[in-house]
């Protein structure tokens, strides 16, 4: 693959990422889309041992948050499937339990979002508990997918092709995401998605460019976007040697 493929960030963070693909197909595109959703692992928790629950919530809710809580997940090799981070917490009342008094078994797997509010617990009240985090694919659970909002469109050129007539009307014209203006990349929210704003008193014609796709990527913390873009292009890539040995049976 390498070579193929014309990439150039528009906007460019962490977390949350937009970035120009040129020379790609409508199906390359979904294909790392669903890779980025479903294919990447992350740890997640996936079992919750409880010491001692006197909140108002059940064990099985609770539970259920600990597990959407966003843990960094390590390089790649560091863990497989089948190994287990264990992470507890203690936390007694007049207090709120947050994300970040998890303490985790390993510095390499910690939650990524120090904040994220787990319960809030009255006079007297107590939560410990227990947690094993493990490895695994979007595809098995919505807990493990490390793009929490992956999308992508075509890039739209936008050409001026003239003046409006005199004393016509000038009407709203609407755009997202992502133009190119000769040669230029331009994010629409810059102009509040109106061209008639961008281009006052013109006329100008948009057209899709047939193979170049804006992706905007936004990761809940396991990694960073172009870690998230890499192992998804690994995932997709290893597939394809997969299917191409089973040919050759």
């Known amino acids: 693959m390498p070579g193929e493929y014309d990439v150039e960030f528009v906007e460019r963070g962490d977390r949350e990422a937009r970035f120009l693909v040129r020379g790609a197909t409508p199906a390359f595109a979904n294909g790392i889309r669903r890779a980025m959703v479903a294919d990447v692992p992350t740890m997640a928790i996936d079992e919750v041992r409880f010491i001692e629950n006197s909140s108002v919530m059940f ?24 190994d287990v981070v264990t992470l507890s917490l203690d936390v007694s009342g007049p207090a709120t339990a947050y994300s970040r008094d998890l303490v ?78 000769e040669g230029e990349l331009l994010n629409a929210e810059e102009f509040d998605n109106d061209l008639a704003k961008r281009y006052p008193g013109k006329e ?34 290893a597939r394809a040697d997969e299917l191409e040995e089973a040919v050759q049976l």
């Not at 064990?59 to 089948?82: I, K, N, S």
């Not at 006079?123 to 807990?143: N, S, Y």
């Not at 014609?205 to 990694?223: I, L, N, Q």
Request: net charge negative; aromatic share 4%; glycine share 8%.
């Open 59 to 82: 064990d099985e809710q609770l539970a259920l948050r600990l597990g959407l809580v966003p843990l960094t997940t390590p390089p790649e090799g560091e863990f497989v499937e089948d």
């Open 204 to 237: 100008v014609r948009v057209e899709d460019v047939p193979d170049a796709f804006v992706f905007h990527v936004e990761t809940d913390g396991s990694f960073t976007v172009e870690e998230l873009v890499t192992r998804a292009a690994d995932s997709i890539e």
């Open 104 to 181: 985790s078994g390993d510095a390499l797997v910690t939650p990524a979002e120090e904040n994220v509010p787990i319960i809030e617990l009255k006079e007297g009240q107590r939560l410990e508990v227990e947690a094993d985090a493990r490895i695994e694919r979007g595809q098995t659970h919505a807990k493990h997918q490390g793009g929490v909002a992956v999308g992508y469109r075509h890039l739209q050129r936008v050409e001026v092709v003239g003046d409006l007539e005199e004393f016509e009307d000038e009407e709203s014209r609407i755009v997202r995401g992502v133009i190119e203006d």
